[in-house]
């Protein structure tokens, strides 16, 4: 389980938000743009504003009224697991229908259904994990809470906060022609990555689950990405101009 690889957890039930106490980023942007030397699975799927339609056990489902960022579509309905007790989450068992909420959200790892004992969580579905900044409040068309500060409690309008989440989002390296610095091929021999510009790079990629499946130097000539599985991966490079990050869909 990939917990275990990157948190240092302990049960407490007493704790109000969640059992698990774990490392993590202590501000939304940095959750939504870590340190490259830091566990690329803390980086949300989709970051949105969502408004409570119902409840399922440990979890809610929601109806997504705005995004910030990825794939969800607007009043799309999708259902997101929290912590039964036992899980490196946030409590989202007892909300009222109709509050609204911005979270930023990952693919659920299906933990639930081994660590509390069900059969409930399903492909498809999210999770609102603890190990991070990934929700803030929400309030007379506002957000507040540690955006940019630790332990700040920082205001702003939903326009702004969707400027910011582009902001935490960039590459981190300054093009002066704006050309992409990452290329993407999608052609009959699969899925292919490369730079724009050949230098030597710390290269990177990790899969949904925030498992590493390639840790490597290259040069960024053309990269095939063949050995991987088709799906959804985060591609990190690392040069001497900054970290560029990259969702890479393989098909």
Sequence with gaps: MRHLCFLLCFWSLMNPVSACSCFGPHTFC???????????????????????????????????????????????EI????????????????????????????????????????????KGEYQLSVCGVYALAYGNGQVT?????????????????????????????????EKDPMIVLQGPNGTAIAM???????????DAAGRTCIDRDWDGSILSLDVLQTGAYFVSVQSNLGTL????VVE
């Design 145 to 177: 809470g540690p955006i940019t500060t630790e332990s700040g409690t920082e205001m702003m309008t939903l326009d702004q906060l969707e400027s910011l989440v582009t902001g935490c989002l960039s590459t981190g390296i300054k093009e002066v022609n």
């Design 196 to 206: 724009a510009t050949l230098e030597r790079v710390k290269l990177r990629v990790s």
């Design 30 to 76: 940095e959750t939504l743009d870590p340190p490259y030397d830091e566990p690329q699975w803390w980086i949300p799927s989709d970051v949105v504003m969502a408004v409570v339609v119902g409840n399922e056990a440990y979890g809610v489902d929601v109806r997504i009224a705005r995004v910030f960022s990825g794939t969800l579509e607007l009043d799309s």
């Design 79 to 122: 259902r997101v697991w929290g912590d039964c007790g036992a899980l490196c989450r946030r409590y989202v068992s007892g909300m009222n229908e109709g509050d609204t909420v911005v979270w930023a959200l990952q693919p659920t790892d299906l933990s639930g259904n081994f660590i509390c004992g069900t059969e409930l969580e399903s």
């Design 245 to 248: 990050r990259r969702k890479v």
